[in-house]
T-cell receptor, first 111, second 115 residues
Framework: DQQVKQNSPSLSVQEGRISILNCDYTNSMFDYFLWYKKYPAEGPTFLISISSIKDKNEDGRFTVFLNKSAKHLSLHIVPSQPGDSAVYFCAASGTASKLTFGTGTRLQVTL | GAVVSQHPSWVICKSGTSVKIECRSLDFQATTMFWYRQFPKQSLMLMATSNEGSKATYEQGVEKDKFLINHASLTLSTLTVTSAHPEDSSFYIC???????????FGQGTRLTVV
């Protein structure tokens, strides 16, 4: 049972444009959400997070939006840069504090 | 962000032998450490959670006698894959968290190949 889903396995965006990565979850007990960026053969790098009491969190080029009623979150990257090309995982956490990861979306930023 | 160091980054071992992977938090006290496994093109699957000084809590389907986890100090956790077999070949990643934080930081991962 995949509690955190990223339905788009890949996304291609032109440099300078906005990248929007989506994530859906099913467990209503999740109250904290994170996005990680991962390069091949490396561990994930924390990008940005959001608590369920908020609906938006912004950090530089990265903004995460949370729609609790729809159990949906998204990561916006603007402007997209070639160095942003990587696999992005969303993750969710509840009271047990362990993270449940989505399946990842491979972002390719083209010149 | 905080630094988590994982060693080795890759290892090749013979079937039937045991392999130990270390995970260290370099600039914070890791009260909780997590061990994940990732198969190619798949998500990170949590194997176990360990709190310093306590026995690890294993996820369903993970053999605790095969994947031995030790978290004896606030800066070090180890995962030992015992009697490794080719199907254990995978990418293993640790993450660590201070009890004051909500986010966890990840090590670089270890590529294990069992031949």
């Amino acid at each position: 049972d995949q509690q955190v889903k990223q339905n788009s396995p890949s996304l291609s965006v032109q440099e300078g444009r906005i990248s929007i990565l989506n994530c859906d979850y099913t467990n209503s007990m999740f109250d904290y959400f994170l996005w990680y960026k991962k390069y091949p053969a490396e561990g994930p790098t924390f990008l940005i997070s959001i608590s369920s009491i908020k609906d938006k969190n912004e950090d530089g080029r990265f903004t995460v939006f949370l729609n609790k009623s729809a159990k949906h979150l998204s990561l916006h990257i603007v402007p997209s840069q070639p160095g942003d090309s990587a696999v992005y995982f969303c993750a969710a956490s509840g009271t047990a504090s362990k993270l449940t990861f989505g399946t990842g979306t491979r972002l390719q930023v083209t010149l | 962000g905080a630094v988590v160091s994982q060693h080795p980054s890759w290892v090749i071992c013979k079937s039937g032998t045991s392999v130990k992977i270390e995970c260290r938090s370099l600039d914070f006290q890791a009260t909780t450490m997590f061990w994940y496994r990732q198969f190619p093109k798949q998500s990170l699957m949590l194997m176990a959670t360990s709190n310093e000084g306590s026995k690890a809590t294993y996820e369903q389907g993970v053999e605790k006698d095969k994947f031995l986890i030790n978290h004896a100090s606030l800066t070090l956790s180890t995962l030992t894959v015992t009697s490794a077999h080719p199907e254990d070949s995978s990418f293993y990643i640790c993450s660590a968290r201070d009890r004051r934080w909500t986010e966890a930081f990840f090590g670089q991962g270890t590529r294990l190949t069992v031949v």
